[in-house]
């Protein structure tokens, strides 16, 4: 059985850090992403990658501040995320994909994690 698990959400200030992580059972995947959704919101692009490591793909908001890396034999994927800003509190969901690309639409994943809450104060 496939299964994603998400971890290391939690509470933090405006301008700090923090490291999510996406456990992986059952398979290994080419494509593998974070998405977000906040309150009211659509549910958005993060970040992508391919299991090689070299097509990640960021949306424009968090390009500079986060970082997405996969460590194939541990299969975990990370999301480390630095200056953190209010507008960054959301519910991030861990997705993948047997397809080799790295696509921002939530529909062009099949497996999703449940979720790990983030919360940024001011």
């Known amino acids: 059985q496939v299964q994603l698990v998400e971890s290391g959400g939690g509470l933090v200030q405006a301008g700090g850090s923090l490291k999510l992580s996406c456990a992986v059972s059952g398979r290994t995947f080419a494509t593998m992403a974070w998405f977000r959704q906040g309150p009211g919101k659509e549910r958005e692009f993060v970040a992508g990658?391919?299991?090689?490591?070299?097509?990640?793909n960021y949306a424009d908001s968090m390009k500079g501040r986060f970082t997405i890396s996969r460590d194939n034999a541990k299969r975990t994927m990370y999301l480390q995320m630095n200056m953190m800003k209010p507008e960054d509190t959301a519910v991030y969901y861990c997705?993948?994909?047997?397809?080799?690309?790295?696509?921002?639409?939530?529909?062009?994943?099949?497996?999703w994690g449940q979720g790990t809450q983030v919360t940024v104060s001011s």
């Open positions: 990658d391919t299991s090689t490591g070299n097509l990640r």
């Open positions: 997705a993948a994909d047997s397809r080799y690309r790295s696509t921002k639409y939530p529909g062009d994943y099949e497996y």
